[in-house]
């Protein structure tokens, strides 16, 4: 257990975990240092911490190619990566400068469900 839930960020993956039970990891990510303020996993073979700095860059690069394309108004709500077996989620805060990384097995998890807790807990990071 990488989180204490005296801060928001550990509030938040407390707060994930007890809506999804099952899930594998989960982590609160700072988008500007791409480091994690909070983490969790169930499984030995998948490390937050690691996957933070990685999918930093996945949001940053979505970012350079958005204003590559002059989509101003525009921003990312979140980013799905399906995978074989498990379903990657990255649910960004309002202001865009913290992420939700969340793992789920693709079979046991109700893609809607998952959206929708990270959306209801990523507010609390506003």
Do not use: C, W
């Given at each position: 257990?990488?989180?204490?839930?005296?801060?928001?960020?550990?509030?938040?993956?407390?707060?994930?975990?007890?809506?999804?039970?099952?899930?594998?990891?989960?982590?609160?990510?700072?988008?500007?240092?791409?480091?994690?303020?909070?983490?969790?996993?169930?499984?030995?073979n998948i490390n937050p911490d690691t996957a933070a700095a990685y999918n930093t860059e996945v949001v940053k690069q979505k970012q350079k190619a958005m204003a590559a394309l002059k989509l101003g108004g525009e921003k990312?709500?979140?980013?799905?990566?399906?995978?074989?077996?498990?379903?990657?989620?990255?649910?960004?805060?309002?202001?865009?400068?913290?992420?939700?990384?969340?793992?789920?097995?693709?079979?046991?998890?109700?893609?809607?469900?998952?959206?929708?807790?990270?959306?209801?807990?990523?507010?609390?990071?506003?």
């Amino acid at each position: 257990m990488a989180y204490s839930v005296n801060n928001p960020a550990g509030k938040v993956i407390q707060d994930v975990i007890d809506d999804l039970p099952s899930l594998l990891a989960v982590a609160v990510v700072d988008v500007n240092s791409g480091m994690s303020l909070a983490s969790h996993s169930n499984v030995q073979n998948i490390n937050p911490d690691t996957a933070a700095a990685y999918n930093t860059e996945v949001v940053k690069q979505k970012q350079k190619a958005m204003a590559a394309l002059k989509l101003g108004g525009e921003k990312i709500e979140d980013i799905l990566i399906s995978l074989t077996n498990q379903l990657h989620l990255l649910k960004l805060t309002e202001a865009g400068n913290k992420f939700i990384y969340l793992v789920v097995n693709a079979r046991d998890t109700n893609l809607a469900i998952a959206r929708e807790v990270l959306r209801q807990h990523a507010a609390q990071l506003n």
